[in-house]
Nanobody, 127 residues
Framework: DAQLVESGGGSVPPGTSLKLICTAS????????MSWVRQAPGKELEWLAG???????TYAGSVNGRFGISRDNDKHTLELQLNNLKSEDTAMYYC?????????????????????RGQGTQVTVSS
């Protein structure tokens, strides 16, 4: 089975940036839409951003303009650039391999069809 491994998390002060990386072990990475989601303590899983197989992105309103998703199909990697981090961004961040990519954000809120999820990388934003 394919594996997704996230890295790049850490403990940073507010206002700084981090780049999260998800590395996939399978060569079929390029055929699947991908997403980033997060889960804060005591809260539900939150979808953040998704990318089509060719890199077209969709963002949740809560992170649009601060976060950037990108993929490199040759390297089998998915990235999430986190800018101007806030304390409320503290969470475990996961990448997911999805069945479908949606241009309409509301479709992700209704149905995020996840085929696989990584183990996550922790981001802590604190002064």
């Amino acid at each position: 089975d394919a594996q997704l491994v996230e890295s790049g998390g850490g403990s940073v002060p507010p206002g700084t940036s981090l780049k999260l990386i998800c590395t996939a072990s399978e060569y079929t990475f390029k055929y699947y839409p991908m997403s980033w989601v997060r889960q804060a303590p005591g809260k539900e899983l939150e979808w953040l951003a998704g990318t089509s197989t060719v890199g077209t992105a969709t963002y949740a309103g809560s992170v649009n303009g601060r976060f950037g998703i990108s993929r490199d199909n040759d390297k089998h990697t998915l990235e999430l650039q986190l800018n101007n981090l806030k304390s409320e961004d503290t969470a475990m961040y996961y990448c997911t391999k999805d069945r479908t990519w949606y241009a309409d954000v509301s479709r992700y809120n209704d149905t995020h069809d996840v085929l696989e999820r990584g183990q996550g990388t922790q981001v802590t934003v604190s002064s």
